[in-house]
């Protein structure tokens, strides 16, 4: 299950890199992506919703990055952080079936393999303060997970 969630996100990640950057029709790529990885195993529910997710609530996410990354202009966060950090928000906010540690440790992941070196400490930092901001708005319970966990 684990692996099949993180190929979903790998392939969710090719999915919006490839939009950014040939602005194709949104089907078209994911069709490519899936044929791209067609020997990979991935729960497609898991990368179609994060990629409609993050697409569809793009404006409201590089608002939420922008006022959490006050030091950094926006404009020069790297464009794969950036796409990391867009689908690794959909998650935490849209994904309610998806513990958030679990969610911000898979974008700590999807850093270290596809961004910079420091990437992944920028990533985590940033993460953790929409967090906790998310959880002070109601937005997300992780005592529910905490819960789940312990029974």
Not at 99 to 106: D, L, N, Y
Request: hydrophobic letters at 40%; aromatic letters at 6%; charged letters at 35%.
């Amino acid at each position: 299950m684990m692996k099949l969630r993180r190929q979903a996100r790998e392939m969710a990640l090719q999915v919006l890199y490839a939009l950014e950057m040939s602005h194709e029709p949104i089907d078209q790529i994911i069709s490519d992506v899936m044929i791209l990885n067609e020997n990979a195993e991935c729960d497609e529910v898991l990368m179609r919703e994060l990629v409609m997710k993050t697409v569809g609530n793009r404006d409201a996410i590089d608002e939420r990055i922008r006022d959490r990354s006050r030091n950094w202009d926006f404009n020069r966060i790297a464009l794969i952080d950036k796409i990391i950090l867009r689908q690794s928000i959909a998650e935490l906010i849209y994904s309610e079936d998806i513990p958030p540690r679990v969610t911000i440790s898979e974008a700590i992941e999807l850093a270290k393999k596809y961004s910079t070196e420091d990437s992944h400490v920028f990533i985590n930092g940033l993460l953790d303060r929409i967090y906790h901001d998310l959880m002070d708005e109601g937005r997300i319970f992780p005592e529910i997970f905490e819960k789940q966990e312990k029974e």
